[in-house]
């Protein structure tokens, strides 16, 4: 009997992840910080390093944080510390190049979303991914990684609550004047978008996982309110390559704020209703009047919970790390959200229905999410980015 061959060995073993963080505002502090560092107690990560422009930022942070090594330059940060993962909490503008960076490094990268101003810079990112192996760039899409999340997928994956037909996703949220000062938001140039690619992308991307392929948007967006370069709100139909039919409504000029999302399937109705993470608790299952009681009881065992959470995708993302297996929300699997925001724009600047693979190359939406539509393009004077993450 032939002996099979002995397997590669598994990348990173007997060690924990060397770490760094690149921008060190609020969501470094809130969220990434944190969540590294419950890995580091669960021995799987250690921070090695932090990265910001402003010196000052970055040494209060690795001073507060536990974090040994401050730098205010992204080069000699990969070159002298060699990090094994990256996590990139800066406006989008900078995420092509930082992530780049860190790739031809040999890092494995977790950026924050948006993932970047446009697709033709995801594609950029995606060429410069390693071969088989990685190493691979994610993007934070930490909706999709909850127990609630997890436990509707399997239903639906498994038929049990027949055929989707009917969806809603709603992210309306409040924005103020105050929130706009920073100079970097509301600008096509460094933030790539408004609450359609900055704040719904979230529960849209959740929508995608939940439903599979979109085949077609027709959409709207409006500048009601705040003195922006882009919309504060927009609208959507969009249809599944499924035949489900769905509306998408985001939006910063909502003071009752809310996250939902709301599937109607043949045999049952599945709510989410919850604001910026969601537990097994915001869930809910109304079965239809034929169910069984017993089939809609098993329907509502969600198990263990696990909010969705940045720990959550993290606790995933180093397991692919340690397997060499392309990670959730990376490559095609992260394309296609900021593949359906892009259409969204581009249905909603030009006033046509746009189909799911129909911008590519030589498309003006595939370099810029406004398409340089009229009215919508960027003003002259737009502000540069700084190095502090968004709240």
Known sequence: MPIPPTPPSAPFAGRPLRAAVIGTGAIARGCHLPALHQLAEE????????????????????????VPHAYTDLA?????????LVTICTPPTLHREQTIAALNAGAWVWCEKPPVPSLADFDAVEAAEGADGGPYAAIVFQHRFGSGAAHVRRLLDAGALGRPLVAHCQTTWYRDAAYYAVPWRGRWQTEGGGPAMGHGIHQMDLLLDLLGPWSEVRAMAGRLVHDVETEDVSTALLRFESGAMATVVNSVLSPDEASRIRLDCERATIEL????????????????????????????????????????????????????????????DGRKSLELVTAL??????DTTVRRGD????????????????????????????????A
């Not at 990560?45 to 942070?61: P, Q, S």
């Not at 000699?76 to 094994?84: I, Y």
């Not at 999410?369 to 700084?386: D, E, M």
């Open 43 to 66: 021995g799987e990560t250690e921070v090695v390093a932090a990265v910001d422009i402003d010196a000052a930022a970055v040494r209060e942070f690795c001073a507060t944080g536990g």
């Open 359 to 390: 911008i590519g190359p030589g498309d003006p939406y595939y370099t810029h999410l406004h398409g340089g539509a009229p009215g919508w393009a960027p003003a002259p004077s737009a502000a540069g980015a700084s190095a502090e993450a968004p």
């Open 345 to 350: 724009y581009k249905s909603a600047f030009t």
């Open 76 to 84: 000699r940060m990969l070159e002298e510390q060699r990090p094994d």
């Open 273 to 332: 209703s919850h604001l910026y993470g969601y537990a097994n608790t915001d869930w809910r299952i109304t079965p239809a009047p034929d169910v069984p009681v017993e089939e809609a009881a098993a329907w509502r065992e969600f198990g263990t919970d696990v909010p969705s959470s940045h720990i959550a995708q993290l606790r995933e993302l180093v397991a692919s790390m340690r397997a060499g297996e392309r990670p959730r929300s990376s490559g095609e």
